[in-house]
């Protein structure tokens, strides 16, 4: 068999060839007026199919996430696409501690530790140098409203589960793990932070399995940066946290 013949064979694998198809009948004469609204209500549809398809095979309901800062440089930077798969907290490599305590369920870090970077120490005395790291996740800060990606640094076992630290790889902007708010009153931390408590299995959307490098960029300054640009911040509704 040719290449010709791999190549028209190969092509029924391009979803895009149906539409084609479909185009062909519906719009012989492909009047552009026709023609360009269907492709583009497809190429969003095929998009969420293959999104669907890509987070059922991996176990996650976010099968990729687009970095927006540089908080994880020099490892990730802004408009990388990251591939996750899905993983529990018991399932996702850190340093591992155990600490004697029911639970740690939307607890702030005040009641339980203090870190003095790189230093995280345990009420009970023990001691995590958060600088050694382990793998990239990805979680929901409800405090932000957004997804983040950074990495866990510690897991703590309590007697309800595990519950996971996360901190970003740029030290010029993340001197202090994610959870350091200070004391919390109900949703209002006493200095800013990026999420106000320990992650449990509810939060945690996956980890990162793989990466492309600056994909995602396009959509950035599409949609982010054009919001700056009318709105002076990422939302209309507000700038972000710093």
């Given at each position: 068999m040719g290449w010709k013949e791999i190549k028209q064979k190969l092509k029924y694998?391009?979803?895009?060839?149906?539409?084609?198809?479909?185009?062909d009948k519906v719009n012989p004469s492909h009047n552009p007026l026709i023609d360009w609204p269907v492709q583009i209500i497809s190429a969003f549809i095929i998009a969420l199919?293959?999104?669907?398809?890509?987070?059922?095979?991996?176990?996650?309901?976010?099968?990729?996430?687009?970095?927006?800062?540089?908080?994880?440089s020099p490892n990730l930077h802004r408009g990388d696409?990251?591939?996750?798969?899905?993983?529990?907290p018991e399932n996702v490599i850190a340093q591992e501690v155990t600490l004697?305590?029911?639970?740690l369920e939307g607890i702030p870090?005040?009641?339980?530790?203090?870190?003095?970077?790189?230093?995280l120490t345990l009420s009970d005395g023990q001691q995590i140098h958060t600088n050694q790291g382990g793998d990239i996740i990805v979680y929901f800060s409800?405090?932000?409203n957004e997804q983040i990606i950074h990495r866990a640094v510690t897991k703590i076992k309590t007697q309800d589960g595990t519950y996971i630290l996360t901190k970003g790889d740029n030290e010029l902007t993340n001197n202090t793990v994610d959870q350091d708010c200070g004391k919390v009153t109900g949703t209002t931390p006493q200095h800013n932070c990026v999420t106000l408590f320990?992650?449990?299995?509810?939060?945690?959307?996956?980890?990162?399995?793989a990466r492309v490098p600056f994909l995602g960029y396009v959509k950035l300054i599409l949609v982010d940066d054009l919001q700056v640009i009318l709105f002076g911040c990422k939302r209309p509704e507000g700038c972000p946290l710093p």
């Open positions: 694998l391009d979803p895009f060839t149906y539409v084609d198809m479909f185009l199919l293959i999104y669907t398809l890509l987070g059922f095979a991996l176990g996650t309901g976010s099968p990729m996430v687009i970095v927006v800062s540089e908080s994880m696409v990251v591939v996750l798969t899905g993983v529990s004697n305590t029911s639970s870090l005040s009641s339980f530790a203090t870190f003095s970077n790189p230093t409800n405090y932000r320990p992650i449990s299995e509810e939060n945690l959307q996956g980890k990162a399995v």
